[in-house]
């Protein structure tokens, strides 16, 4: 590890601790281990380990379908017909596929730091309508038409989800809420209210201490622009419109692809990009080779969700994350160019 490793590392821990309640230990003698020649030199598997920081709890129980690895897992009979339907027709560019941290995304608050209980005004048939929830005046929705937030509060367990969220000093305005029955914690299958598969939004959203510890230990969610009026388990529902190649809302895709070529890809990103961001790559692409995505919305093109920078922007940015232009490409939204090629992906046949 270089110099400049060494500082970035530092500055990591440093952000961290302060954003995310994680401890920062040793940052003078750092592990070598994101070196994945070093790594096979010792004959170990590359694991992208992370600066040392208070583990992060994954969400929802082990038997979710999206925390299931897919190692095991039977390949969909169709499997290349639904693979020509992602790869022509679900980008908004034929084989384009990207990252979002704004816009169609969600900031996720906590409970614990709202400055109050607040009423919610919503359409009378909302459950929502007329309960209080924890907000506070300065938490902000995502800034696209959809306007989302996530709430958790993890002494409960409770998840609160908002759409077309907004405040007027006095109210919460949404168009449709909903508190996730069941605990976040533990829940395992869907819930139809919420978004366009009917599966909490929190499931499959890339939260910044997952690539702070150095894995993603489920499946990542991608909004698609063909998204068929049919559904397949985890899927509760569709809101697609899709007739001609259409992809069922809930089916999910993953990457064949080797640890050699993963490093590969990385060594060939830009050289203007850090070696944190090349360490967030790796961990990405090991996620959607071993855990893969389902398709989990309607949107104007296909991207993986992460955290929305309304929350955590901060923390991407010590992480390797933060916004840059490269000639024509603007990171880390076209990351992963490079990654997803037509033959390295296929489908998974469904399952609960």
């Known amino acids: 590890m270089n110099k400049q490793d060494v500082l970035r590392y530092c500055l990591v821990s440093i952000v961290l601790g302060a954003c995310c309640g994680c401890s920062w230990v040793g940052a003078a003698t750092p592990r070598a281990v994101d070196d994945p020649t070093a790594l096979r030199a010792r004959g170990t598997k590359t694991t992208n380990p992370s600066p040392a920081t208070t583990r992060y709890v994954r969400p929802f129980g082990p038997n979710a379908p999206w925390n299931r690895p897919v190692d095991g897992l039977p390949r969909h009979p169709q499997s290349d017909a639904l693979t020509n339907r992602l790869w022509q027709y679900s980008p908004s560019r034929v084989g384009n596929f990207n990252l979002s941290f704004s816009g169609y995304t969600y900031p996720v ?11 919610v005004r919503a359409p009378s048939w909302n459950k929502l309508n007329g309960t209080k929830i924890p907000w506070s005046p300065d938490w902000k929705p995502a800034t696209g038409s959809d306007s989302q937030v ?56 890339v939260r910044p201490e997952e690539i702070a510890q150095g894995k993603i230990e489920h499946a ?56 944190q961001t090349r360490r967030a790559a790796r961990i990405i692409a090991v996620a959607l080779r071993d855990y893969g995505w389902f398709i989990s919305d309607t949107a104007g093109g296909a991207h993986f969700q992460f955290e929305d ?8 940015e010590a992480l390797g994350l933060g916004e840059k232009s490269i000639g024509w490409k603007n990171y880390p939204t076209d990351l992963l160019d490079g990654l997803l090629t037509k033959q390295r992906i296929y489908a998974i046949a469904p399952s609960n």
């Open 309 to 316: 920078n309304a929350t955590a922007k901060a923390k991407w």
């Open 150 to 205: 996530i709430i958790l509060d993890p002494d409960s367990g409770r998840e609160w989800d908002l759409w077309q969220a907004s405040f007027d000093g006095a109210a919460v305005h949404v168009s449709n809420g909903n508190l996730v029955p069941g605990s976040y914690l533990t829940k395992e299958d869907g819930f139809k209210p919420s978004r366009g598969c009917g599966i909490p939004y929190l499931a499959m959203l």
């Open 220 to 275: 990542l969610s991608m909004p698609s622009r063909n998204t068929a009026k049919t559904f397949v388990a985890p899927a509760t529902k569709s809101d697609g419109r899709a007739t001609d190649n259409g992809l069922p809302m809930g089916t999910r895709f993953a990457l064949n692809i080797t640890d050699a070529e993963i490093d590969e890809w990385v060594n060939a990103l830009p050289s203007q990009l850090t070696g």
């Open 109 to 119: 608050y906590m409970a614990g730091t709202a400055k109050g209980s607040y009423p």
